[in-house]
């Protein structure tokens, strides 16, 4: 148990998904490829913190969630949870230790059994915890509904008998039902509208506050991870390419895939369009990723370094705290992210940030979050 560390921190986290060789491949003795999913992740969630990660999709963000879950093996690194290695944990223990983690799922219909009542579904986790069944299990249930604003009458109604919102609302009541210290939360919002959106993710931050939780908040949706978020980390094909706090990382992102990410997100400044650089190029396969930066085909700085040499997550001098891993990160650090310009599909556009009625103000240990998103 340690006082002061990190609640859940992955060291070089590394996920292959081996893909099936043909027959006349083995006959032939060609080596086994592997999709690299997650290659070499080193990321920290502290106790009460939420953790946005960010990424045009396919760059990992589901595979990290569920490493982090340990609903996967990682195939090498470490995962550490309140300084314990949990990276070997297997059977009853590994059964056991994820009263601690839950996950909320892209996909709140399919991650349902449609065939199950709300308190069977919503009371899985206390049952397989703790054992608790029949009458008692439905007070349980009936007691943590409105909590989630669900009423306590829906117990014997079925997932499909809910909206989008309602069903997410029942996935975060499964995922919090035996108070777990982190939640991962993959895209919890995406298929909702937006004003079902704001209500989800204020319900996420009243939880958070009041009971402490921790979040993993997977998403593509700068705007929720402006949000919800205190800190953020930028996925690209497999590897973290920057870390910060959010406020710091959305508004003055340092490297190249980040601008290009947040290009879309309009800044009224005018006099900061000036230059314009163009991201073009192929996007690397994940089976052979490149030997040198994995942004380089598309980055708009690359030199001969990039395509040689890994650029090392490094912290940033004259930002502390900020991790980038990019060999011209001082050089390129001020040019404003609307700069960076693509043709249609290079990178795909995040949503803008849906200023009215957010306002910003301290909250949490971050206090870089909006603290109310109304619509
Ligand atoms: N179970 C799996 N088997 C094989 N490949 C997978 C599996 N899960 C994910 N992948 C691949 O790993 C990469 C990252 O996927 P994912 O983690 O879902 O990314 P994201 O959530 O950022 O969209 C993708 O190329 C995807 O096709
Ligand atoms: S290391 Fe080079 S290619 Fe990679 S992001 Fe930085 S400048 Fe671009
Ligand atoms: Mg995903």
């Known amino acids: ?28 003795g060609r080596p086994s490829r592997a999709i690299h999913a997650v290659d070499g992740v080193s990321v920290s969630v502290a106790a009460g913190e939420t953790l946005g990660l960010i990424g045009e999709s396919g760059s990992g963000k ?4 569920w490493l982090i879950a340990r609903l996967y093996p990682p195939t090498s690194g470490e995962i550490l949870f309140d300084g314990e290695d949990v990276t070997a944990l297997t059977g009853r223990a590994l059964r056991a230790w994820h009263r601690n983690v839950q996950m909320v799922f892209q996909d709140p219909l399919g991650s ?3 065939r199950l009542r709300v308190w069977q579904i919503v009371g899985e986790p206390i049952f397989a915890q703790e054992g608790v069944r029949g009458p008692a299990l439905r007070d349980r249930v009936s007691a943590l509904l409105p909590t989630v604003g669900l009423p ?11 909206s989008g919102g309602g069903r997410q609302r029942l996935s975060l009541a ?11 939360l993959d895209e919890p919002t995406s298929a909702l509208d937006v004003a079902v ?5 204020n319900r996420l931050v009243t939880l958070q506050k009041e009971r402490g939780f921790a979040y993993l908040l997977i998403t593509h949706n700068v705007a929720a991870v402006r949000f919800v978020a205190h800190r953020v980390a930028v996925l690209y094909l497999g590897e973290v390419v920057e870390v910060g706090r959010v406020r710091d990382v959305l508004e003055r992102p340092v490297h190249p895939y980040t601008k290009a990410l947040l290009a879309a997100v309009p800044v009224p400044d005018v006099r900061r369009r000036r230059t314009r650089y163009r991201i073009t190029g192929e996007i690397p396969t994940l089976i052979t990723p490149p030997p040198g930066c994995r942004f380089a085909a598309r980055c708009p700085f690359a030199v001969e370094r990039c395509r040689t ?35 249609a599909g290079a990178v795909p556009p995040v949503a803008a940030t849906p200023s009215s009625g957010a306002s910003s103000g301290a909250d949490g240990p971050g206090s870089d979050r909006v603290t109310r998103w109304s619509t």
């Open 197 to 201: 959106q704001a209500q989800i993710l």
């Open 152 to 162: 306590p009458e829906c117990l014997d109604q079925y997932p499909h008998e809910f």
């Open 174 to 184: 499964r995922a919090l039902s035996v108070n777990p210290r982190l939640i991962v």
């Open 309 to 343: 040499e890994p650029p090392a997550l490094r912290e940033v001098s004259g930002r502390p705290g900020r991790l980038v891993s990019c060999h011209r990160a001082e050089e390129v650090g001020d040019v404003p992210p609307e700069a960076l310009i693509g043709p």
């Open 112 to 114: 349902l059994d449609s």
């Open 62 to 65: 589901t595979t990290l969630g």
């Open 1 to 28: 148990m340690s006082a002061s560390g990190p609640l859940l921190e992955t060291r070089d986290i590394v996920k292959h998904f081996p893909i099936p060789r043909p027959l006349r491949d083995l006959v032939r």
